[in-house]
């Protein structure tokens, strides 16, 4: 998208904003009204003072309380990127990319990079602000970074820039070096 990047706005994909979106319909509805079902139950055992059941079940009201408003607060600031608006000739937030390790052992990765919000290593989500999300952020196919991480410097290829399903890389349109 053209819209003015803000650092401070926390930029997530179209499906990472429906994702918590649906989330968050889920907590008001659903959850609100299963925690409500457990304090009531828990009212019925008499003396609140000494109500363990009651104790935890105001626990998770507050955690849930306190998930909601994280969401909406998220939800109200965030910069959504139109996965279909794309570019693939540079890394940027919404692509998938295929790397290259070219030091041993000469794995192959793909990731998605997504936003802070919704970033996710084991579904091969990572944020932009991660290390390897910093170092391929604006980078094109054919590019080659080195990444500090915790277990040394990787020395990573850009093989692909896709757009589409972040489990089937390409599906939409890619740009790959031949």
């Known amino acids: ?4 990047k803000n650092d401070n706005q926390p930029t997530i994909t179209r499906s990472g904003y429906e994702r918590l979106s649906a989330e968050l ?9 299963d925690i409500a079902q457990q304090l009531e139950e828990a009212r019925s055992f ?4 000494e109500n363990a059941e009651y104790a935890a079940a105001k626990e998770e009201q507050n955690k849930l309380e306190t998930r909601i408003l994280q969401l909406e607060t998220q939800l109200s ?4 990127i139109d996965e279909a608006t794309l570019d693939t000739d540079k ?3 919404g692509v998938t990319v295929t790397l290259q390790e070219l030091t041993p052992p000469k794995k192959r990765y793909t990731y998605t990079l997504v936003g802070s919000e919704e970033a996710d290593p084991s579904q091969n989500c990572i944020s932009q602000k991660s290390p390897v999300g910093q170092a391929i952020l604006g980078r094109a196919v054919g590019d080659e970074v080195y990444v500090r991480i915790p ?3 990787r020395h990573l290829k850009i093989l692909q ?9 390409g599906n939409k349109k890619n740009r790959a070096k031949s």
């Open 91 to 93: 890394v940027s937030i």
């Open 77 to 80: 600031k965030a910069r959504v």
């Open 25 to 33: 319909v889920e907590l008001r509805t659903v959850r609100r009204s």
């Open 151 to 153: 277990k040394g410097t």
């Open 46 to 49: 008499g003396d609140l003072s």
């Open 161 to 169: 820039i896709s757009v589409g399903d972040r489990k089937n890389a």
């Open 1 to 4: 998208m053209n819209a003015k």
